[in-house]
């Protein structure tokens, strides 16, 4: 059985076609730019790849070129739609709503709505993108799968900010996390992969990429995680600022003159590590330069570690203990001398890293600590792709 995975983002359209039987990806690609001059489509299927300019003017328009080209002679894996079984949906914010995944109905439309408050920047495009899938394939099923699903389980005790209690209660001000997909996936693989019993663990899930967060999965269930009412919150990021003094907000918006959205922007996209290096948000790029000698970007790097590792060490005292810490995602799977650097922070914890197995370890699932380390530490590679159409296949498979 063939899902469709999309992930609809603002002005971009991510999406894979997957054999679920085989977990064999069949095809998968981006349309850039939607709404913007430029727009782009780049496909790949099996090992033909292609990239074409085309006008679209709106998701509705880019999802129509996606079954274009899914069903292209020439570069497509199906010969007819009726190949997909159904849609699996990337939803960001679930809000205290969906504690799992859904059937993607009208209600659940309405529902995602109401949570667009609290993801102003997410939620409408990930709407935007299920309604023009159900105006093309009106007899598909669609299922959304929320970001903030798999951190439903955090008790109050960690989701609760210390803020007047009516904020809660009128405004559902809270932490709610995200990457939950990823946590889900990572944890399991990892418990397996070093013969653990999920119910019986605790792990410590590290997602590294453009966006980060931690996460602590005790019994396989999440009881805290590094992102909050945003993904804003927790370790500095690529571009995002992570945890600060709420009053830099008041002090930079008047010595800038700029209102709170005008500075939220910067938190969200000029700061992290490309905010200190002054340079980029990419680890390849500050690698590069601090072996040139670039101090921001030296300290840029040692920021990021630091903060993880804070975060690691908060987590191993939010589950009284540590089996195993997993790397994921672009940074935790690829920057070597990244995952060096916060391991050398956890010491106390008895963890030792193999170095060798460490600099030779990019991009698969391998231990990488050595056979006397007191916690296991692990490189995962992530899929949420991969659960959203497993979750997708759970709720069609019992219609
Ligand atoms: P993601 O958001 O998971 O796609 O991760 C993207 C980020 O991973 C990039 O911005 C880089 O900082 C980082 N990254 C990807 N590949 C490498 C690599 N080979 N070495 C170091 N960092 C990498």
Not at 159 to 166: F, G, M, R, S, V
Not at 273 to 283: A, C, P, Y
Not at 302 to 316: D, H, L, N, P, T
Not at 363 to 385: F, H, L, R, W, Y
């Amino acid at each position: 059985m063939n899902i469709l995975v999309i992930n609809c983002g603002s002005s971009s359209l991510k999406y894979q076609l997957i054999n679920i039987n085989s977990e064999e990806v069949l095809a998968q690609g981006i349309c850039d730019r939607i709404y913007l001059e430029g727009s782009i489509l780049k496909h790949k299927a099996k090992d033909k790849k292609i990239e074409k300019q085309v006008p679209m003017p709106d998701h509705k328009s880019a999802i129509g070129y996606v079954f274009e080209i899914l069903t292209d002679g020439e570069y497509g894996a199906i010969k007819s739609l009726d190949e997909i079984k159904a849609i699996g949906h990337r939803a960001v914010h679930g809000g205290e709503y969906f504690r799992s995944s859904v059937l993607a109905d009208d209600n659940v439309i309405e529902t995602m709505r109401e949570c667009s408050d609290l993801a102003p920047l997410h939620n409408p495009a990930n709407i935007t993108g299920l309604i023009a899938c159900k105006e093309l394939m009106p007899d598909t099923p669609m299922v959304c799968v929320f970001d903030t699903a798999f951190h439903a389980t955090i008790e109050p005790v960690a989701y609760l900010y210390a803020t007047p209690y009516e904020w809660y209660e009128k405004y559902k001000v809270r932490k709610y996390g995200f990457h939950g997909t990823s946590h889900y996936y990572v944890s399991r693989k990892t418990a397996e992969f070093l013969g653990l019993d999920i119910n019986n663990s605790k792990i410590i899930t590290c997602h590294l990429g453009n966006g980060s967060s931690i996460c602590a999965v005790k019994n396989g269930k999440s009881i805290d995680t590094s992102m909050g009412l945003s993904p804003l919150e927790g370790i500095a990021m690529g571009t995002r600022s992570g945890d600060l003094d709420p009053a830099v907000l008041q002090h930079i918006a008047k010595k800038e003159n700029l209102n709170i959205d005008e500075v939220l922007n910067i938190l969200n996209k000029k700061s992290g590590v490309l905010g200190i290096s002054k340079l980029s948000s990419d680890f390849r790029d500050l690698l590069k330069a601090e072996n040139e000698g670039n101090e921001l970007a030296k300290i840029a790097r040692r920021v990021f570690a630091y903060r993880v590792a804070k975060y690691i060490g908060s987590y191993v005292v939010a589950m009284n203990g540590v089996d195993a810490i997993a790397f994921c995602a672009g940074i935790g799977e690829n920057a070597v001398y990244i995952r060096g650097m916060i391991v050398e922070h956890l010491e106390f914890l008895g963890v030792k890293l193999d170095k060798d197995i460490n600099i030779n370890t990019i991009g698969k699932a391998a231990i990488i600590s050595t056979q006397d380390s007191k916690v296991k530490i692990c490189v995962m590679p992530t899929n949420e792709e991969l659960v959203i159409a497993q979750d997708t296949f759970n709720i069609v498979s019992k219609l």
